[in-house]
């Protein structure tokens, strides 16, 4: 195994993001709390932000609605509204005091979404496939709610969509984020596209991967135009089998997709990494995999890179790529100097450390999660996990 000096570390030299260069390229990924009540941001919030902060570093905000009809979670933000722009611009105020910058989220929950959070409104997605068994989480009800079926989006649905995350893009720039990141991960709308179990649409946003990619490049392509290329970036997760997401393609589709973005411009492409709890890791799925591989003419010694982010890095010649999932202080160092990404999103270590850059920097244990307080309600988990040298001086004092 490769010894590697962690201090002079590629994790710690800078990385280009669009139109910044930061410091280091320890990243916060984006991680929903449930704090923002009434969908505003908090003084709460404000804290929580700021204690994460680090010079010349990235954080990217939990998922945030650009619209009432991308799911409208209780307790989940929006960036909407003169409300929610103020409420944000103490956040991103706040970091960039410290020398931070940060990137809004912009997250449309599609069919995962319920008519209680939505007026009474259908949820909406690619196709009228009901996500079977589910729960739209978020919601009043102790537990969540169980899903219904979406309603086909029209035409006019995608137009007003779209015009949806360009204002929303435009807000966030108005409250001081220095980009957006657009959600097209985990089961969630864009992903809905993507993904041939849910969308089943035979007009020019289903059927092939190019038509299924559409809506993706068009929102983009509006986003971009509206705050720059520079400022715009999107998370993808191509093994995530979370809400019933399961491409018969998974390369195939995502090959193309990337390929799409990869001259835009754009600030990074973000992806969630293969994991064994995520990913089609038994006989059946691998061999489904693996057989559609074959059929676009993947060498048999390349077979095992389709469970990968490997051949999507090969496209990403010029597009700064990060990655995310499950990383830790063992476990960063290696693929990282390997090239195998540019940057590294940590989430839930970033919530016991508020401190993670400096404890990944000086080789300082990580503090334990609870994953009981994620989605609570008050500072516990929140805003009270110590740093560092705070933990040293409590237990001086015990």
Known sequence: ???????????????????????????????????????????????????????????????????????????????????????????????????????????????????????????????????????????????????????????????????????????????????????????????QFLSDNINKRTDAYGGSPENRSRLIWEVVDAVSAAIGAGRTGIRFSPFGTFQDVADSDIMGQYSCTVKGLENKGLAFVHFVRERSKETFDDTAQRAQLYAAARLRGVPEDRLPEQMTLRPLRRILRNTTMITCGEFDDQNVWEPLEAGLMDGVAYGKWYISNPDLVERLRNGWPLAPFDSATFYAKDAEGFTDPPTYAEEKKRSKMF
Request: glycine letters at 10%; aromatic letters at 8%; charged letters at 20%.
């Open 1 to 191: 195994m490769t010894v590697i000096d962690k201090r002079h570390s590629k994790l710690f030299t800078p990385l280009r993001i669009g139109d910044i260069t930061l410091k280091h390229r320890v990243i916060m990924a984006p991680l929903t709390r449930t704090r923002c009540f009434e969908h505003i941001p908090t003084d709460m919030v404000v804290e929580y932000y700021a204690q994460r902060a680090t010079d010349g570093g990235l954080l990217i905000s939990e998922g945030t609605h650009p619209s009432i009809m991308s799911g409208n979670f209780v307790d989940v933000p929006g960036i909407y509204t003169p409300e929610q722009r103020r409420a944000w611009k103490k956040v991103t105020d706040a970091v960039h005091a410290k020398g931070g910058y940060i990137f809004c989220q912009l997250w449309n929950c599609g069919r995962a979404s319920h008519p209680s959070n939505l007026g009474g409104r259908q949820p909406l997605s690619s196709s009228a496939t009901i996500l079977e068994g589910g729960t739209s989480h978020f919601t009043r009800e102790r537990g969540g709610s169980p899903t219904v079926v979406p309603k086909a989006m029209t035409s006019k649905d995608i137009n007003e969509t779209i015009e949806d995350y360009v204002h929303a893009a435009q807000t966030a720039i108005e409250a001081g984020f220095d980009g957006v990141e657009i959600h097209s991960a985990n089961g969630y709308l864009l992903n």
